[in-house]
């Protein structure tokens, strides 16, 4: 079992940047970050497979957004520049164990572990 802490949510102005920290118990596989709007359905933003460091970006999201991991400390960052107010989400970070999940790595299905979430606000 993975116990995941986000923090570094908070209100920011558009155009501004934040860096989103997951303290981790300790890394899986696969750990990702995912934003869910109100009403909307959880959607990957960016993960990383520990084994090798490849990342995995939503498209949008390229060039704005870095995920990232402080090995020795099991932490896991999302540092998220140039914000929009359409960023405005929960955001969570998540682990997950099962095989496969390079196949579909933002797809937030296969993901064990969550979060409690820590909220962005843009405006």
């Known amino acids: 079992h993975v116990q995941l802490v986000e923090s570094g949510g908070g209100s920011v102005q558009a155009g501004g940047s934040l860096m989103l920290t997951c303290a981790a118990s300790g890394f899986t596989a696969f750990m990702g970050w995912f934003r869910q709007f109100p009403g909307k359905e959880r959607e990957g933003v960016a993960t990383l497979d520990a084994t090798d460091g490849t990342t995995y970006y939503a498209d949008s999201e390229k060039g704005r957004f870095t995920i990232s991991r402080e090995k020795l400390k099991d932490i896991l960052y999302l540092q998220k520049d140039s914000l929009k107010p359409e960023d405005t989400a929960m955001y969570y970070c998540?682990?997950?164990?099962?095989?496969?999940?390079?196949?579909?790595?933002?797809?937030?299905?296969?993901?064990?572990?969550w979060g409690q979430g820590t909220q962005v606000t843009v405006s």
């Open positions: 998540a682990a997950s164990y099962s095989p496969g999940v390079e196949k579909a790595p933002l797809d937030p299905s296969p993901y064990a572990f």
